[in-house]
């Protein structure tokens, strides 16, 4: 079935550009997204990319996605205290009702 | 405002009790959801509903039930056949095609 896999744990200093890493399965995943998840809330949309598109940029998120290799970066720039959480990788089929969530990068900001 | 507002954010369940969780949007979204979040894992769909009064089962949907009998509303009961309930239950919402999904804020459900 499909997977989704991304590592555990970021830790950066403020200021500094933070890369999480995402890598899946599914050959026919037609959007991958980024969502952020702060301590006891639920999941803020980040941002998502379409299939047949390589880079997306939004203003100091830069997400890439490398479709041969099944790998999706995101790259947050100047990463601030305030960036601290959990980003989960998701990836859904064209029609977007079933997200396959990776397990979530814990990104730490050291000030 | 508009948004996805998930009700209580606490709660207790007894032993062999159901209990009823809200999920209320006014995004005049089409398709709701409903995910479990377990502590270092992702989320995992439950049931989801696509129109008004049709629902389908997710991935985990034993020991849950839903209804969708308005579009703004979109109820999940946990079960006492939901033998480890214990979890941060998370509603969904987006509009009909292919628009992203949008989350409330989550309810933590805890046996007592």
């Known amino acids: 079935g499909e997977d989704v896999e991304q590592s555990l744990f970021l830790s950066v200093r403020e200021g500094d550009s933070s890369v999480i890493n995402c890598t899946y399965t599914?050959?026919?995943?037609?959007?991958l997204y980024w969502y952020k998840q702060e301590p006891g809330a639920g999941l803020q949309l980040l941002t998502y990319i379409f299939s047949n598109m390589d880079m997306k940029q939004d203003q100091r998120l830069t997400v890439l996605l490398n479709k041969k290799d099944k790998h999706l970066s995101l790259r947050i720039a100047d990463t601030q205290t305030g960036d601290s959480a959990i980003y989960f990788c998701?990836?859904?089929?064209?029609?977007?009702?079933?997200?396959?969530f990776g397990a979530g990068t814990i990104l730490r900001v050291k000030s | 405002d508009g948004g996805i507002t998930q009700s209580p954010k606490y709660l207790f369940r007894k032993e062999g009790q159901n209990v009823t969780l809200s999920c209320e949007q006014n995004?005049?979204?089409?398709?709701m959801y409903w995910y479990r979040q377990d502590p270092g894992q992702g989320l995992r769909l439950i049931y989801y509903?696509?129109?008004?009064?049709?629902?389908q089962k997710g991935d985990i949907a034993e020991g849950y039930s839903v209804s969708r009998e308005k579009k703004e509303s979109f109820p999940l009961t946990v079960t006492s056949a939901q033998k480890n309930p214990t979890a941060f239950y998370l509603c969904?919402?987006?509009?009909?095609?292919?628009?992203?999904?949008?989350f409330g804020d989550g309810t933590r459900l805890s046996i007592l």
């Open positions: 509903s696509q129109i008004v009064n049709d629902f």
């Open positions: 998701a990836e859904s089929g064209e029609y977007g009702n079933k997200l396959v």
């Open positions: 995004l005049n979204h089409d398709a």
């Open positions: 599914d050959s026919s995943s037609t959007y």
């Open positions: 969904a919402s987006r509009m009909g095609g292919r628009g992203p999904q949008h």
